[in-house]
T-cell receptor, first 111, second 110 residues
Framework: DAGVTQSPTHLIKTRGQHVTLRCSPI?????VSWYQQVLGQGPQFIFQ???????GRGNFPDRFSARQFPNYSSELNVNALLLGDSALYLC??????????FGPGTRLTVL | GEDVEQSLFLSVREGDSSVINCTYT??????LYWYKQEPGAGLQLLTY???NMDMKQDQRLTVLLNKKDKHLSLRIADTQTGDSAIYFC??????????WGAGTKLIIKP
């Protein structure tokens, strides 16, 4: 079975631009969570979706938004990029939320 | 807000046991997790424990939970060079939103 996939692998943007990151969960998993991991730190929770509904939101500005599609894949959108948004963005999938399996991440660099 | 703390480094000799410790503040934690992250890689779920358990063993891994002291530990028996990585402790609330420590870098000495 395929694991969690994320695209793109790497991305370079400039300040003020917009970015869309994509995640496909493990087949059969209905919950997707997004995390931001800044170099040298633990991940920070951004969003969680379950059955296409937002189940939780972390302490991130409104520039960050997400959605989950009928096939349970998900997108994370970030508007008006700042230098501080440079990080590894991780997607995790789970059946209901407890065992979260992570994808390889998208490395976003904002110049 | 809730917090999870870990020491930043642990150095052990190959073949010895490694014990990585973690403390958390959330009194409503439902599950507590250990993840492993190798350089340039994503996060690998190693094991997790339900908050009403005090121990879980899985091959070389033993998790101990002291709920009264809000202390979680991960013991790796017979530590090998392939165990070199950063180990993250995380706790989840009833909505399964994970709160993470900063990670403990495990260094293996030959």
């Amino acid at each position: 079975d395929a694991g969690v996939t994320q695209s793109p692998t790497h991305l370079i943007k400039t300040r003020g631009q917009h970015v869309t990151l994509r995640c496909s969960p493990i087949s059969g998993h209905k919950s997707v969570s997004w995390y931001q991991q800044v170099l040298g730190q633990g991940p920070q929770f951004i969003f969680q979706y379950y059955e296409k509904e937002e189940r939780g939101r972390g302490n991130f500005p409104d520039r960050f938004s997400a959605r989950q599609f009928p096939n349970y894949s998900s997108e994370l959108n970030v508007n008006a990029l700042l230098l501080g948004d440079s990080a590894l963005y991780l997607c995790a999938s789970s059946l209901i939320g407890n065992e979260q399996f992570f994808g390889p991440g998208t490395r976003l660099t904002v110049l | 807000g809730e917090d999870v703390e870990q020491s930043l480094f642990l150095s052990v000799r190959e073949g010895d046991s490694s014990v990585i410790n973690c403390t958390y503040t959330d009194s409503s934690s439902t599950y507590l997790y250990w993840y492993k992250q190798e350089p340039g890689a994503g996060l690998q779920l190693l094991t997790y424990i339900f908050s009403n358990m005090d121990m879980k063993q899985d091959q070389r891994l033993t998790v101990l939970l002291n709920k009264k002291d809000k202390h979680l530990s991960l013991r790796i028996a017979d530590t090998q060079t392939g165990d070199s990585a950063i180990y993250f402790c995380a706790d989840s609330d009833s909505n399964y939103q994970l709160i993470w420590g900063a990670g403990t870098k495990l260094i293996i000495k030959p």
